[in-house]
């Protein structure tokens, strides 16, 4: 939906209380080598008349941008961080939790179980609570999207992509620590393995 726009009233400039005027000048081609020329030409109607402030369109643009990029800027930022932050995390959560299973790890090697087979259901035992929690992390997100379009003005709703790219990220952290941390452990020797604690 557009927004509706505001109602606009034109006064004659001797009848205006403001304290200064602004002009706009439409030029052809670059408008910088324009600025000197608009100064002077207001200087030669009246050299009481201070000229100041004189900027091109795409300067006062990025002027008025540079607060909100800068929120943007800052937003992305902590926005990775705590992505990254929680793929240690889970890195670092589902390592320990293998290795916590070291011992039983031994007993299934021991008794004839492949070393495939059992990082195979090792991974499908981790992935599980992940999708669980991945799929209540969208919804969720989805969820405080729909809040925050009621309370700011021009927001909108979390994507799909990006709630999709950061499962997607969060689960292949987990996937790779599983991996890795099977890996270690199929390849001890299994009375080794048996003799963990």
């Not at 991974?123 to 992940?130: A, Y």
């Not at 991996?179 to 299994?190: E, K, L, S, Y």
Request: proline share 4%.
């Amino acid at each position: 939906p557009t927004r509706r726009s505001s109602d606009l009233m034109f006064l004659p400039i001797r009848q205006s209380t403001a304290d200064f005027v602004t002009f706009v000048a439409h030029v052809h081609g670059a408008a910088a080598p324009y600025l000197a020329m608009c100064r002077d030409a207001v200087q030669q109607v009246d050299r009481q008349v201070p000229v100041y402030d004189v900027k091109t369109l795409d300067e006062r643009l990025s002027d008025m941008l540079a607060t909100p990029r800068f929120y943007t800027t800052a937003v992305l930022f902590f926005g990775g961080f705590a992505l990254l932050l929680a793929v240690v995390g889970i890195y670092g959560a589902a390592s320990y939790s293998i290795a916590q299973r070291t011992h039983e790890i031994g007993v299934r090697i021991a008794v004839g179980a492949t070393a495939g087979g059992v990082r195979g259901m090792l991974l499908w035992q981790s992935m599980l609570p992940m999708g669980c929690g991945a799929a209540a992390g969208i919804a969720g997100a989805a969820l405080l999207g729909r809040y925050l379009q009621h309370l700011i003005a021009g927001a909108e709703s979390t994507g799909a992509w990006t709630c999709t790219g950061a499962a997607a990220t969060l689960a292949l952290a987990a996937a790779l620590a599983v991996w890795t941390a099977t890996g270690r452990i199929v390849r001890m020797d299994p009375t080794a393995a048996l003799r963990a604690e």
